[in-house]
Nanobody
Framework: QVQLVESGGGLVQAGGSLRLSCAAS????????MGWYRQAPGKQRELVAR???????YITDSAKGRFTISRDNAKNTVYLQMNSLKPEDTAVYYC?????????WGQGTQVTVSS
């Protein structure tokens, strides 16, 4: 079992920054990648960024150049640094962890970007 707890969401003006954190606990040795998804009202959940156990990263096109994903293995924590935020980034952001057989989700943290 793996538990994920997100933090760092909030209300920010357009152009501002936020850093989301996802603290993981449990049997982390089975986890092969971790990531961040978001879901805006009335829309499907979408992948924002992910990082493999080897450190390879992926950022969705709409966030490239603005968002960075990183991890601190000693703390079992994954971060999403979000800069130059736009109103369209408003969503609930969910932390995700995947093993070969199972997917885990955090409870989500709200990010609201005002124009």
């Amino acid at each position: 079992q793996v538990q994920l707890v997100e933090s760092g969401g909030g209300l920010v003006q357009a152009g501002g920054s936020l850093r989301l954190s996802c603290a993981a606990s449990g049997i982390m040795s089975s986890i092969i990648l971790m990531g961040w998804y978001r879901q805006a009202p009335g829309k499907q959940r979408e992948l924002v960024a992910r990082i493999t156990s080897g450190g390879s990263t992926y950022i969705t096109d709409s966030a490239k150049g603005r968002f960075t994903i990183s991890r601190d293995n000693a703390k079992n924590t994954v971060y999403l640094q979000m800069n130059s935020l736009k109103p369209e980034d408003t969503a609930v952001y969910y932390c995700n962890a995947e093993s070969r057989v199972r997917t885990y989700w955090g409870q989500g943290t709200q990010v609201t970007v005002s124009s």
